[in-house]
């Protein structure tokens, strides 16, 4: 039990300090919510679809900004399914990138497109690395037989 | 040569004066023998018609061969030869075959002739009685011109002496009538009065009875009646010494409008007619003919419309004319009330404002004498004075507002106010007057009464102060029962006021008072009168009521003024009175309350499915959203369908799915096209599902666009878990949501 209760508060922890930092925001929180006895492994199916989304996405940005003539329609079409898949899943960091990088698609600047790349693979990378974190704690507490504690 | 020979005379020598004649006598008769033919011929073919023309030529032959038998005579005379012995002999025989032929044919020939003649004597008379008649066939069309003429002078003017007059003076021309005279029946209806006459200027009132039986046997014809010169309604004109001509008489009815009905048309019986007379120049041996009686009977018809227009037009002048008075007068009232009104209310106006100040200075001054050092003679007079200008400040008040309240310009303040208060307020107000005269009063507030309600409150306790005060005033002893409680559905029709039906509704409520009192009770005769203005109990009156007796009547308007009523039962004299009355007070709270209670209370976490089994659709591109907006939407208990394009969704969306959420920023997908072709597929509206629009931004724009294409509403991502519930629940409410941020 005492090995249980410290899993938990230390996920609490860990949660919290997620939300102070600023990587995820109350829709995560939300995600939380959702998840019940119904769909035990929603915030991981979500999380998943997420990751999956984000390296497809990053990849096509990358490849079209390679090119010669750089289609930033495209770009931005990229940009902003990120953008909304981000928002999504409360990864506010990622998202605040995408606001960033579609003012330079809009702009037809290259240069500060490839910044802002730069920036979103940075940032969903850390992301992608506390989440796993989390999910690993998640796990952790649920093979010990505890439950998930809520956070308001 | 003397002997007396039996040889033939010789022939006379040819130059002999006999020979000389039948020479010449012949000569002439072959000339005329032949002109004849020939003037015969000429002048059969000058005229055009003889139909006898083979009998010419045979004539012609005849005698043309006597000629030549005639002449050849001429030849005989002398000696001559064989040769025209032989002419002479072949001409003789022709003739003779001729002339016993042509004496044959004429037989037959001649009677022909003669009755040729008699036929033209035929056809002259026939042509003789053809003009006869045809004579008359014009004196009719005449007539009939004369009808027309006469019609149209008749109706071309609506008054109707003219049309008489007229009608008498065109008849007399036309007919050439001696006398014409028009009998009218009098007011009473008994009897016939002469009204018009051709040729006398001012007809005497002579008056018939119209019972008689000429006049019923001309009455009851529609035609026109040959009558005796000698009755009384043809003797007009002194009797003269001439053979009177023939008069006849023609009804014409009088058309009243009252006579006509809506659904049914005058009775025979209740016509009125007129006589008309028409006498014939006397001593002309003239007789009525047919067209001349039917002329008369047309132009009587004739003259009873033209007489009913004129009377149908003298009554809507004469209505008309009413109608104008009428409103004259009317006017007049109008704005002498309206300057009654207007001084009525100046002299409240400076009522108010006058007698006010100086009560204000009376019982502002008086009271602060009463907080000063007195005796207690002085302590009891400026009481005395207080009181007395207490009762009088309250007396001007009423006054005012009753004709305020009649007026109809008052009206009630509405505020939210605490309602025990009031009833408490009013007991602490009566305790002292009741503690003097040693009345017990109590107040009973039923549990259920709301604690908070919106009214008038001054005016409510003014009406429960009026009512409590009065119950107080007319009890010597005994006890004063205030009771207040909701007025419940069954009660609230009370038999004794059929009038009064109050519905009950969600926002408000009734509330009942009941006042008891022991005190002297009132008559059963006295109770309709007791709202009256200025009516007291008579036998009250002497004492020391006080009051002006608008108190109630205040109270009534008041109480009906908030949609009440007032009433009060009493058993009689000394048994005491119930004063009740009822008023529609607001519930401040009831609507919060009742709105909440839609909503189901879900807590945060867990908690049952909102919406089982709900079917909707979710639209969206974006992989993630599609399943965090699922996710939502499952907790919910939402039975979701995902579609990742508006082809798809357009060809899944069906009538069963109840709302449609559409991701409404990606680029490329129109969702304003989406929303427009669901619209055109659902074309009633309770089939299509509520479209909602889930967007990144909420400005302005796109919350206008997404209204004008038929979107339901408009969601700003993300959404929470708390946030869809109170949508879908908004949704499925309303059918419409504009804004969820």
Redesign the interface.
Same mark, same amino acid.
Request: proline share 0%; glycine share 6%; charged share 30%.
């Given at each position: 039990m005492d090995v249980v209760n410290q899993m938990q508060r230390q996920f609490v922890d860990y949660s919290t300090s997620l939300h102070r930092e600023g990587i995820l925001d =109350?829709?995560f929180t939300?995600?939380q %919510?959702?998840q019940?006895e119904?769909?035990p492994d929603?915030v991981v199916?979500?999380a998943s679809?997420?990751f999956?989304?984000c390296e497809k996405l990053i990849n096509n940005m990358a490849r079209a900004l390679e090119q010669q003539g750089v289609d930033f329609k495209q770009v =931005?079409?990229s940009v902003?399914?990120l %953008?909304?898949?981000?928002?999504?899943?409360?990864a506010v960091q990622v998202k605040n990138v995408c606001i960033a990088f579609r003012s330079f698609c809009e702009a037809q600047n290259r240069e500060g497109c490839l910044r802002c790349l730069q920036q979103v693979t940075h940032e969903y990378s850390l992301l992608k690395n506390k989440l796993q974190t989390l999910f690993r704690l998640e796990q952790q507490i649920l093979a010990a037989g505890g439950s998930i504690p809520?956070i308001e | 040569m003397d002997s007396s020979c039996n040889c033939i005379e010789p022939q006379w020598p040819p130059d002999d004066l006999l020979m000389k004649y039948q020479y010449i006598s012949d000569f002439f008769i072959a000339l005329a023998y032949f002109s004849i033919p020939l003037e015969l011929i000429y002048f059969v073919k000058k005229s055009a018609v003889f139909p006898y023309r083979w009998v010419i030529v045979q004539f012609g032959a005849f005698i043309v061969l006597c000629g030549t038998t005639h002449l050849i005579n001429l030849w005989t005379f002398t000696l001559h030869t064989r040769t025209v012995a032989m002419v002479m002999m072949t001409a003789k025989v022709f003739t003779a075959v001729v002339s016993c032929v042509t004496a044959l044919m004429l037989v037959h020939i001649i009677p022909d002739l003669l009755s040729v003649k008699t036929r033209e004597l035929f056809l002259k008379n026939k042509a003789a009685e053809l003009d006869r008649e045809m004579g008359l066939i014009r004196t009719q069309e005449e007539t009939g011109r004369h009808v027309r003429m006469l019609t149209h002078e008749i109706r071309s003017t609506l008054d109707r002496h003219t049309i008489l007059k007229t009608t008498l003076v065109e008849l007399g021309r036309t007919l050439a009538l001696e006398e014409c005279a028009l009998w009218m029946p009098t007011r009473t209806g008994l009897e016939l009065q002469l009204s018009y006459t051709l040729r006398q200027q001012n007809p005497v009132g002579y008056t018939v009875p119209i019972h008689l039986p000429v006049i019923n046997q001309v009455f009851s014809s529609s035609h026109a009646v040959k009558i005796s010169p000698n009755c009384p309604v043809a003797r007009i004109r002194p009797a003269g010494k001439y053979m009177p001509g023939e008069v006849v008489a023609a009804r014409v009815p009088l058309l009243h409008l009252s006579n006509f009905h809506i659904n049914d048309w005058p009775e025979l019986s209740t016509k009125r007619y007129a006589l008309m007379v028409l006498m014939l120049p006397s001593d002309s041996a003239r007789q009525w003919h047919v067209h001349e009686l039917e002329l008369v009977e047309v132009v009587a018809d004739q003259v009873a419309v033209a007489l009913s227009h004129a009377a149908i037009l003298e009554e809507s002048m004469r209505a008309r004319d009413l109608l104008m008075e009428q409103n004259v007068a009317l006017d007049l009232a109008r704005r002498e009330a309206e300057m009654a009104i207007r001084a009525r209310n100046d002299f409240l106006a400076v009522l108010n404002h006058e007698m006010r100040t100086p009560m204000h200075a009376i019982i502002a001054l008086s009271s602060l004498l009463q907080e000063t050092e007195l005796t207690p003679e002085q302590r009891l007079m400026v009481e005395t004075i207080l009181k007395s200008s207490n009762l009088l400040s309250t007396l001007i008040n009423d006054v005012l507002d009753l004709s305020r309240l009649e007026d109809g310009s008052l009206q009630l303040d509405l505020g939210t106010f605490n309602l025990y208060v009031v009833f408490r307020e009013v007991l602490n107000l009566i305790k002292p007057i009741a503690s003097v005269k040693k009345l017990h009063v109590s107040l009973n507030l039923a549990p259920d009464l709301p604690e908070y309600a919106i009214g008038d409150e001054m005016r409510l306790m003014q009406t429960i102060l009026n009512v409590v005060g009065n119950a107080v005033k007319f009890s010597k002893d005994g006890s004063i029962t205030i009771t207040a409680f909701v007025a419940k559905a069954e009660l609230l029709s009370d038999s004794r006021n059929p009038e009064f039906f109050p519905v009950p509704s969600d926002n408000h409520f009734y509330l009942r008072v009941q006042v008891k009192d022991s005190g002297i009770g009132i008559s059963p005769q006295d109770l309709p009168k007791l709202f009256t203005k200025f009516a007291q109990n008579q036998s009250t009156a002497t004492q020391n009521s006080g009051g002006s007796g608008l108190g109630l009547a205040i109270c009534k308007r008041f109480v009906n003024l908030m949609e009440g009523h007032i009433w009060i039962e009493s058993e009689g004299l000394g048994k005491g009175s119930t004063a009740i009355f009822m008023v529609k007070l607001g519930i401040p709270e009831r609507l919060n309350e009742s709105k909440l209670a839609f909503m189901p209370k879900v807590p945060p976490n867990h908690g049952p499915t909102a919406f089982p089994g709900l079917k909707v659709l979710v639209m969206d591109e974006n992989g993630v959203s599609r399943k965090v907006t699922k996710g939502l939407l499952v907790h919910l208990g939402c039975d979701v369908t995902m579609v990742s394009s508006s082809e798809e969704c357009l060809r899944v969306v069906s009538n069963e799915h109840k709302v449609v959420f559409m991701d409404f920023c990606t680029p490329g997908m129109d969702g304003y096209e989406i929303a427009i072709r669901m619209h055109e597929k659902f074309t009633k509206r309770h089939e299509r599902p509520i479209i909602v629009a889930l967007t990144g931004n909420t400005d302005k724009v796109t919350k206008e666009s997404c209204m004008r294409v038929g979107m339901d509403g408009v969601i700003l991502k993300p959404v929470s878990l708390d946030k869809m519930r109170s949508v879908l629940s908004d949704l499925l409410e309303h059918r419409v949501l504009f804004e969820a941020i």
């Open positions: =109350d829709q939300q995600l %919510k959702l019940d119904n769909s929603f199916e979500v679809l997420f999956e989304d =931005d079409a902003h399914q %953008k909304g898949s981000s928002s999504s899943i409360g809520v | -």
